[in-house]
């Protein structure tokens, strides 16, 4: 089994037509610490403006001033209603659903279609309340399993990418080959590496669906650089952060004991700096490791606002 960069965290976050792809963590040592889019928005970062000092002139006399009607919210005071003030973080735990996934060897591509869809499956049913509480409308994904350099809708499956998500159709496409076990003895890691590719993925279709990666898409058109990776490291946590909410609800659920737990956390805490090092775009093992932990612990996307937080701890 391929333990490299994969699907849900890719090399680099291309966000074009609606499309959101992110590379799968790569498989690493036990930790050292720590979208259909629907009618809603799609994601952006926060936008932080920074409060002015206090001026030290002279205080004018009082007047009475008869209050303006409120302003038209601007481009940019939307975006803090979607990424900082998001619904999705109050709304509350995510909760533990039955979820039978089956007991078979991953080998082939019908194998891992059939488990993938599985997990969907348990993932539909945990996140649809916690949507719908967010005062939006909950659309189903797809998953589909392609080799690589297949054609989707949101451009071609590299090799290097492993899977993403792609808006145009709610769509989770993944390289299937990515997801085989090498042997019987990978068995554990395959299925765990699997199911927090899935719901990183389908982080990303949460955060399509309340409106986060419309803004998101629309500030990362405004900026470049060194800010706009980190806009993008946001993101990716944010996603990841949702899939430990969900694995932290649904533990039990899962077996995540033991050898499991430990590959969700090899899965979960790995960062572009693990060796060999990629492109900063989807956090450190420091800051995958943090916001992981903070979400299993709490079973809520409210551990998981990226957005208002400062830049060290989306690095």
Not at 23 to 33: E, F, G, H, Q, Y
Not at 179 to 202: K, P, S
Not at 228 to 248: D, I, T
């Amino acid at each position: 089994m391929h333990r490299g960069p994969a699907v849900a965290l890719v090399a680099s976050v291309v966000v074009l037509a609606g499309c959101a792809p992110s590379r799968a963590p790569a498989a690493a040592p036990a930790p050292s610490t720590t979208t259909l889019t629907a009618t809603t928005p799609s994601a952006t970062a926060p936008l932080v403006t920074p409060t002015p000092k206090p001026s030290r002139a002279p205080v004018a006399p009082k007047t009475v001033r008869v209050s303006p009607k409120a302003p038209t919210p601007t481009y940019r005071s939307l975006e803090k209603k979607y990424l900082v003030r998001n619904k999705i973080y109050s709304a509350g735990l995510v909760p533990a659903v039955t979820c039978a996934l089956p007991e078979i060897a991953l080998t082939t591509r019908k194998e891992v279609q059939q488990y993938a869809n599985a997990v969907l499956g348990c993932l539909q049913r945990a996140w649809k309340s916690v949507v719908e509480r967010s005062d939006v409308a909950f659309f189903s994904a797809k998953v589909y399993s392609v080799n690589a350099g297949a054609k989707t809708r949101c451009g071609i499956l590299t090799k290097e990418v492993g899977g993403f998500y792609c808006a145009a159709g709610s769509g989770i496409y993944l390289d299937w080959q990515e997801f085989v076990e090498d042997n019987e003895y990978d068995r554990v890691w395959a299925g765990v590496y699997l199911q927090f590719t899935m719901a990183h993925e389908f982080g990303h279709h949460v955060q399509q669906l309340v409106g986060i990666s419309e803004y998101y898409d629309e500030r990362s058109e405004r900026v470049k650089g060194a800010l706009g990776l980190q806009e993008m490291r946001r993101h990716e946590l944010q996603a990841s952060c949702f899939a430990s909410a969900f694995l932290g609800a649904n533990q039990q659920t899962l077996d995540l004991y033991d050898a499991k737990f430990q590959a969700y956390r090899d899965a979960a805490y790995s960062g572009d700096d693990d060796p060999p090092a990629s492109t900063p775009d989807h956090g450190s093992r420091k800051s995958n490791t943090a916001w992981a932990e903070a979400a299993f612990t709490s079973k809520s996307p409210s551990a998981c606002n990226t957005w208002a937080v400062p830049a060290q701890r989306v690095t």
